[in-house]
């Protein structure tokens, strides 16, 4: 199964409720299929970042079985703002 960066960011948004997804495929740096992903999503709010981050992983589980190496940072939209503002 070969998984794009467009796959990534439409099932983030769809499945998370994201506002904001960023997905770099870094493959061409690596051997295998390799991604970097920042996600942004009220869901996250009140949840530590081990929940967060396991949310991300049970949204992609069939894609991180053709995935050799995923990169994610997680936020909530007002830390999102505040990242952008400075």
Known sequence: MAVSADHIREKLIKELEAVH????DTSP???AASFKVLVVSAQFEGK??????????MC?????KAIH???QKTLTPE????MKQQ
């Open 21 to 24: 997804v960023d997905v770099e």
């Open 69 to 71: 190496a995923f990169e």
């Open 48 to 57: 530590p970042l081990l929940q967060r981050h396991r949310m991300v992983n």
């Open 29 to 31: 740096e690596r051997c």
């Open 79 to 82: 830390h999102w703002d505040k």
């Open 60 to 64: 992609l589980a069939e894609e991180l």
